[in-house]
């Protein structure tokens, strides 16, 4: 199986992510991503960040994994390459998981939206550990700087054991 | 699968795809329709499909595949019942370009082209993880979103000038901060005054060529001049607030019971709470970019006054090519208040429009059309075709034809670096490598989008610019 393989596209960049299980899928997706601006073989282990989300719906859930890694390379100016996840369906008795300042407020600020959660809905939540460095100029070279993940064509295909996402970057 | 309904105007029936509630009409060659991509007429055909649609999906001459709407699209919704779609934005909004004039010709700057250059690498931060000399506060922030350009004017970066040259005088009225997350402001604090990586540049260039005389007065040009491009958005914010938003739409767009073809396409309809949420964080991002070129412009006014004393660097014009406004546009006779996106696509105001600066109104709006690195950028005037075709609209670049992957495997970076500085042109980038994805063969020649753009009436030519130097991030 490979990890990941890049599409043509012709202005932005198309990948499918592979996993024999959800949380292998969500791993290579993010390394597709960070591939696509960097070569991550580069990228050394150095430090830990922890990630926890939850959300609605598998899609949903995978597109705000990959759009808070763009946010923590960003405003951290790190770059990752491991990535440790652990998904579990959310169940109705379940406590919300305990979240970073930022994403609460933002929750709160965009309001209604955020209507089901912890009322016992199908919700999924993810919690990552997330290995990577400080970008270092010396080393990390960047071939294109990914702006956001879009939405379109974006999905999730389980065949079998093996999961596949398909991803559309902004660039 | 196109009709061909008058010249340069290609039709995407309503009957291609199911729920289209208008025709789609893209404005092309006949030699540009042949290279134009299938998915791309599929875009102009989604975006046919959202309520509240007027006339028609449009499609510049520089249309290629996008996300959710087709880079190049254009589509106007009725206040009533239409919707508002960050799809229709894009990610980098207000995206968008300025032009400087000098008083200089070419013969004094390209002895010193190499250092000009460095310069403005130098002091203006570029590319990936690049921060800005500015540390601004939590409050300032706060400012740039709801004031723009004003307030980089008022912070001393520029002159009032700069402000009535600029489209929407550099701030779109209806900030509305409060629904900017803090994550938009965490990345937009520190970049506040860099150029960002990409198709991004800020470009020496000499005017090569008059195309019309009278507009080029108007605008201040003259053959063998020298100015300066400046092509960027409203970098992290701008991308967050978008991703922000597009997760709520996406649930709105179940609440309001929308069916849509494509998840990037997400919206609400005007008026509603997301609808109007989104708009007040797309604004603020929308003056964050106005702030951003507004600070470069200053910075690189600098550099070029370290060189030539207290010369002149006015703006000509400043233009957003990714933004949602609020236009009133002629709809069958009637006068009627419309959302108007463009995405990829630059307004081209006509004559007479008292959004256009008093000193160009009877002629028209400036249109400025980068090119991509390497090859000519365009000064355009906005006529009065662009108000009956195009909702006062117009291409906004050349467009690419190739894929990056396939740039990569064509073309290598250094060797790109190489022809472009035998051109004469000095380009400097952080890396290289970088260029062989933004070489000039990936994009379609400017002058064949340019020249359907004024062979249909929508923007005359004005002037031709080639590079003389570029900075890319």
Not at chain 1, 22 to 40: P, V, Y
Not at chain 2, 433 to 456: F, G, I, Q, R
Request: charged share 25%; aromatic share 8%; with cysteine.
């Amino acid at each position: 199986m490979e990890p990941f393989q890049y599409l043509e596209h012709t202005a932005d960049v198309k990948f499918r992510a592979r996993g024999h299980s959800l949380e292998e899928m969500f791993g290579n997706s993010a390394l597709a991503m960070f591939n696509a601006m960097t070569d991550t073989s580069k990228v050394k282990n150095r430090e830990t960040w922890t990630i926890e989300l939850e959300s609605e719906s598998l899609e949903s859930l995978l597109y705000e994994w990959l759009s808070e890694l763009l946010y923590l390379f960003d405003v951290e100016l790190a770059l990752f390459a491991s990535f440790d996840v652990k998904l579990a369906q959310a169940g109705s008795k379940q406590v919300r998981p305990e979240q970073v300042g930022s994403e609460q407020i933002m929750t709160e600020q965009l309001g209604q939206a955020q209507s089901g959660s912890g009322t016992g809905s199908e919700g999924w939540k993810l919690k990552a550990r997330v290995g990577g460095e400080r970008i270092d100029p010396k080393r990390h070279f960047f071939e294109t700087e990914v702006k956001a993940v879009t939405l379109h064509q974006f999905e999730i295909v389980q065949e079998g054991n093996l999961w596949t996402a398909q991803v559309i970057l902004d660039v | 699968m196109l009709n061909k309904v008058d010249d340069y105007i290609y039709e995407v029936p309503q009957d291609r795809q199911k729920g289209m509630r208008v025709p789609g009409r893209i404005f092309i060659s006949d030699t540009l329709v042949d290279k134009i991509e299938q998915g791309t007429i599929d875009q102009v055909a989604n975006v046919a499909t959202l309520p509240g649609i007027v006339k028609y999906s449009m499609a510049m001459p520089d249309a290629h595949l996008g996300y959710g709407f087709p880079i190049g699209g254009v589509a106007a919704f009725r206040e009533d019942e239409g919707v508002i779609s960050p799809g229709g934005v894009g990610f980098d909004i207000n995206c968008g370009v300025r032009l400087l004039r000098t008083e200089l010709k070419a013969g004094q700057v390209t002895p010193i082209i190499s250092n000009l250059v460095e310069d403005l690498f130098h002091d203006i931060p570029s590319g990936v993880g690049a921060k800005s000399r500015l540390r601004i506060s939590d409050h300032e922030l706060e400012q740039v979103f709801t004031q723009g350009a004003g307030w980089a004017v008022d912070a001393g970066f520029g002159v009032k000038e700069d402000l009535e040259h600029c489209e929407e005088n550099g701030c779109l009225k209806g900030a509305d901060p409060k629904h900017v997350s803090l994550k938009a402001r965490k990345r937009g604090r520190p970049q506040l005054g860099t150029l960002g990586s990409g198709n991004h540049f800020l470009e020496i260039q000499r005017v090569d060529e008059i195309l019309d005389q009278d507009l080029a007065k108007k605008f201040g040009l003259f053959e063998g001049q020298i100015t300066v491009m400046i092509h960027c958005g409203s970098r992290g914010a701008g991308h967050q607030i978008c991703t922000d938003h597009l997760t709520v739409l996406n649930k709105a767009v179940q609440k309001y019971k929308i069916s849509l073809p494509d998840k990037q396409l997400a919206c609400a309809p005007i008026g509603t709470p997301e609808a109007e949420n989104y708009f007040g964080a797309m604004v603020s991002a929308a003056n964050y970019a106005w702030a951003n070129r507004q600070i470069i412009s200053h910075w690189t006014r600098e550099v070029f006054q370290r060189y030539f004393g207290d010369i002149k660097m006015d703006l000509v014009y400043d233009v957003a090519h990714n933004v949602a406004k609020i236009e009133e546009h002629e709809v069958d006779g009637s006068k009627e208040r419309l959302y108007v996106h463009r995405k990829g696509a630059t307004r081209a105001f006509g004559p007479g429009r008292p959004e256009i600066p008093k000193a160009y109104r009877d002629a028209g709006q400036p249109v400025l059309i980068p090119g991509s690195m390497g090859t000519a950028s365009y000064v355009l005037c906005g006529s009065e075709g662009a108000m009956e075709l195009t909702f006062g609209s117009a291409c906004h670049g050349a467009g690419r034809i190739m894929s990056r992957t396939q740039a990569k495997k064509t073309y290598s970076g250094l060797d790109v670096k190489d022809s472009l500085s035998k051109r004469g042109i000095k380009v400097m980038a952080t890396n290289p490598k970088m260029l062989a994805e933004e070489a000039p063969e990936v994009y379609k020649p400017s002058s064949e989008v340019v020249d359907v753009v004024h062979n249909l009436g929508i923007a005359r030519k004005v002037a031709k610019l080639m590079p003389l130097g570029v900075s890319k991030g």
